[in-house]
């Protein structure tokens, strides 16, 4: 099993449109998860942690399944400017690199 | 503060050449990545920093693959004798040591070896 697993897409979603895309882990010891955006040819960004208890900034909603091993990113009332490609991050045990994910292609059409 | 700041942010080489990247991490940050990313794949670690201190190379790394940070700062990225399957886009980052902190990149240099 992959450390980092994502569907890689596309995902083609209307604007308004809300979408989720899942990321599972295969080390239990993780600690670190976070979710990146990258934009063609550019570098990834970092868009937002995931933490226990879940977390919410504006339309990006973050989950953490621990027992299922899986992150999750919620995006609700999907703008064109979303489109990109979204990559999940996690590190192996506490103070590890991060371990990257390819990465889910999201296309938000007009 | 600017961010991360790499150079050159593009590198057309032949095989067989020497190429020597730079990076110049966020200056609050004592830890320093280094990552290598192809078309359709995520970023991959090659190796990582923490002040002066090389504290993890990935099995990726070759021995033509060379990575220093002499005074804890800058670091740099040496690849000799360069092959075509080196062509890729070879990302830096920054962070605070510890969990929770995510990373920040650079603008990346992307490597071409004809």
């Known amino acids: 099993r992959k450390e980092v697993e994502q569907d890689p897409g596309p995902f083609n979603v209307p604007e308004g449109a809300t979408v989720a895309f899942n990321c599972t882990y295969s080390?239990?010891?993780?600690?670190?998860f976070f979710w990146y955006r990258q934009d063609c040819r550019k570098e990834p960004k970092l868009l937002m942690s995931?933490?226990?208890s879940g977390n919410e900034d504006g339309r990006f909603t973050a989950q953490l399944n621990r027992a299922s091993q899986y992150i999750s990113l919620l995006i609700r009332d999907s703008k064109l400017s979303d489109s990109a490609t979204y990559l999940c991050?996690?590190?192996?045990?506490?103070?590890?690199?991060?371990?990257f994910g390819k990465g889910t292609r999201l296309s938000v059409i007009a | 503060d600017t961010g991360v700041s790499q150079d050159p942010r593009h590198k057309i080489t032949k095989r067989g050449q020497n190429v020597t990247f730079r990076c110049d991490p966020i200056s609050e940050h004592n830890r320093l990545y280094w990552y290598r990313q192809t078309l359709g794949q995520g970023p991959e670690f090659l190796t990582y920093?923490?002040?002066?201190?090389?504290?993890?190379k990935s099995r990726l790394l070759s021995d033509r693959f060379s990575a220093e940070r002499p005074k804890g700062s800058f670091s740099t990225l040496e690849i000799q004798r360069t092959e075509q399957g080196d062509s890729a886009m070879y990302l830096c980052?920054?962070?605070?040591?510890?969990?929770?902190?995510?990373?920040?990149f650079g603008s990346g240099t992307r490597l071409t070896v004809v």
């Open positions: 995931v933490y226990s």
């Open positions: 980052a920054s962070s605070f040591p510890g969990v929770g902190y995510g990373y920040t």
């Open positions: 991050a996690v590190n192996k045990r506490a103070n590890t690199p991060l371990v």
């Open positions: 080390n239990s010891a993780s600690q670190s």
């Open positions: 920093f923490q002040n002066e201190a090389q504290l993890e």
